[in-house]
DNA sequence: TCCTGCTATGCAACGAGTTGCATACGCAAT
DNA sequence: ATTGCGTATGCAACTCGTTGCATAGCAGGA
């Protein structure tokens, strides 16, 4: 419900086609709320029929025409309107919590490698993120708002991988020494 | 997809009913996986159709009969094949990331309130993680290994919270500058 | 007495989101 | 020549998940 809004956002920073917004929620944005092509696709047709949008086809040399679109009037009264609106519970869904849990019923070493790789990513992607901050907010007392807003949500990401990193070297640790101790008691007694 | 997962771990842990589950998912495993009862009640036939789980019908003096789910061996046999699966990319549903820049386009004051009503939930949730784990875990260097594996979980769900706390007062400091700051050049020449 | 709320399960309709495929052009490599 | 890749948009079919409603008995309060 609330893709419009993170469209909307994207296109009032920089007004952009399909495609490219696609390519946009692989990276910026994606980060916060993710979409697949075929879904910005169907919600930009109902946005222009909304008239929350406008559009203008553009002609490429050498590539295929696009349509870019723009947000309108209608479309910035609906997003006011929307940050105005209570915050909707957030759907949870913490796959490797589930995992970690679950391995309390299998042999708790084979999740190991799952969460080194799981770890891996999380490394590389603060690693992207502290690069962004250097590069986009060097200098952050000279910041206009649309920029110290934009900060703030990245310093969000990095705390958060900061987090998970420290978290999922717990997670090892407990992995590893229920996979070196002896297994005693495995779960057939401990109904 | 993993909400058969989510529901057998739940299971293994403790037999019990589409009812019983439901409350579950409004409070512990529900912290990692969502789910409505609806969702569970769906979930829960397909399960026993693919042999996962067995049923019982349990009659009950004073209240509704009750169907009571148990995983059953190809269920375990199931999630030890999931456990062993690469953690598929995690959709994100950030909906205060994409808020917080979409304040950037109106007036960021107006999303304080709504800031300092998620910040409260937040510290609501860490208190009663806090005291979840003091009682659960009083003693952790004499937990088996299923208490352990929760443990490490219910220690991501405070180091989250308490990321997240240390986050929105950097949310909510932020947006109180650019409150009292003059709106210095607004949208309209922004562009 | 009636109304509300809890336990317990479920149908029907809808909306959100994914997966697979199709089209079409140009460019670069094999 | 043909294969593969990047740009660009879209249909069709499906699954996942939500919302609203229905049923039904019992308990407790106004």
Redesign the pocket.
């Known amino acids: 419900?609330?893709?419009e809004h993170a469209i909307l956002v994207s296109l009032l920073e920089q007004p952009g086609?399909?495609?490219?917004l696609?390519?946009r929620f692989d990276r910026s944005i994606g980060r916060f709320w993710?979409?697949?092509?075929?879904?910005i696709?169907?919600?930009?047709?109902r946005m222009e029929t909304d008239g929350w949008i406008s559009v203008e086809e553009v002609a490429?040399d050498?590539?295929?025409?696009?349509?870019?679109y723009s947000a309108a009037a209608p479309g910035r009264t609906a997003l006011a309107a929307w940050l105005r609106e209570p915050v909707e519970a957030e759907?949870v869904?913490h796959e490797l919590a589930v995992r970690i849990r679950a391995a309390a019923f299998d042999d708790p070493a084979a999740l190991i490698p799952e969460v080194e790789r799981h770890r891996e990513g999380h490394a590389a992607l603060l690693a992207h993120y502290l690069y962004g901050e250097g590069r986009d907010f060097p200098a952050p007392d000279t910041l206009d708002a649309r920029q110290r807003l934009q900060h703030v949500v990245l310093r969000g990401g990095i705390e958060y991988e900061r987090m998970t990193l420290a978290w999922l070297d717990d997670v090892l640790a407990t992995l590893r020494e229920l996979a070196a101790a002896p297994p005693a008691g495995t779960e057939a007694d401990a109904d």
């Open positions: 419900m609330a893709l086609s399909g495609y490219e696609a390519r993710t979409a697949t092509h075929q879904q696709y169907k919600v930009l047709r490429q050498g590539r295929p025409d696009k349509k870019v759907t869904r």
